[in-house]
């Protein structure tokens, strides 16, 4: 297979605070991205005078299963001067009542202007050649030009600005790569791990102690995540009337006996992933990682490692995020992570792979075994497609983090078996994800156009 040539210095460097974001659910690309958009916007907005009108037009993917992904409500959260990181999810109901039954919005916080939830409109079936994800949103006024921006959820919460270079582009860290080769001829040139050359290049922005601490908020809140989604039971919101079902699988759990029954690892693994995805089916706080919509991969595959690994440490934790964020940007930079551009082989095949990484890492693997087990991780996850019922991330998503956890799991054992060789290259598995995401029909990719989307009926 011939894979494309990178260049690191054109590449623009990535960072874990891109691939890890504290969040709401039910979707990064769907509600953390659009959240962030309008945000952006209301203060750019202001910037130009009190505008008398505001408008948001959802194109693509997003305005195909947007409502499912309430993605209506966080274009007003976002206008309204919230992020997904600082609004309390138990409070966005009463917020978004509050905005629709008032008919004005709190422009960035501050400033009142008229809005309806009729200004944001789903252009169904329209796309714009910018990407699958695009928004517009406009804001005019009393007097001068109505001032109109783009922006494009490009995956895991990730906005751009149309036509906007990245603002890190010309930035360089101390070891740029751009492919796995030269992840892993930087870790034998320089002698480190893959998870020290991510701790050397976060140095270009922030002090270790920083990033220590950053790293370590993630791994709580995942944790938090799985435990919240453990003790929480009724019906998930959407229509689907799909019942949470993590609290009914603890308690049995629970009651069948210790955690060192080998019979029940899996079990509890699949646990952990189904908890963590019914918080953010139900719009509770997540991490990205790297998407919402798969962010119950690598918190079970850390929970399992410090659960059932009886040598866990905190600093092996560091080392299984810090890993697989080191995957995740090769991913990110040489494919996608939108499951409205890659199908669901970018965000829960994604996750797989990062996590199979990462687990390796944490049982010290060598850098070798570490690639080795990102590509068993996403090997088997190629043309996997996105088609969520009515659009919620749900059916099949909540599942499929389950058979994602368990998976990564089994790649990295079997990884840990070899000594690092092997016939596929990381490389070559990314560029042929990103190859079958491009062949990959509109309707197989989050557009619940296809797939089980259509041939199940809606409950």
Known sequence: MSIRSFDASKSSPLSIVDLFTIGIGPSSSHTVGPMRAAYAFAGAALERGVPVSLKCDLYGSLALTGRGHATDDAVALGLSGWLPETVDPDDVAALVTAIGDSGRITLAGTTAVPFRREDVVFRIGEFLKDHANAMVFTATYEKGEPFTRTYLSIGGGAVTVKGRSPVRAAMTVAHPYCSAAALLAAGERH???IAEIVWANEATWRAHAETEAFIDSVRLAMLKCIDRGCHKDGVLPGGLNVARRAKH????????GPRSDPSLVFEWVSLYALAANE?????GRVVTAPTNGA???????????????????????????MTASAIGFLYKS?????G????????????????????????????AQIENAAEIGMEHNLGLTCDPIKGLVQIPCIERNTMGAVKAINAAYLALQGDGHHVVSLDAVIETMRQTGNDMRTKYKETALGGLAV????C
């Open 340 to 367: 409205a551009e890659m199908g669901c082989q970018g965000e829960v095949g994604v996750a797989c792979s990062m996590a199979a990484a990462g687990l390796v890492a944490a049982l010290g693997g060598s850098n």
């Open 279 to 283: 918080e953010n089916a139900a719009g």
């Open 191 to 193: 002698k480190l791990s």
């Open 334 to 338: 040489r494919a996608s992570i939108s």
């Open 295 to 321: 962010a119950g991969v690598l918190p079970a595959v850390l929970k399992y490692y410090e659960v059932f690994i009886p040598t866990a440490t905190r600093e092996g934790s560091r080392t299984f995020l």
């Open 249 to 256: 699988l603890h308690e049995n759990l629970m009651a069948r």
């Open 455 to 458: 041939n199940v009926v809606e």
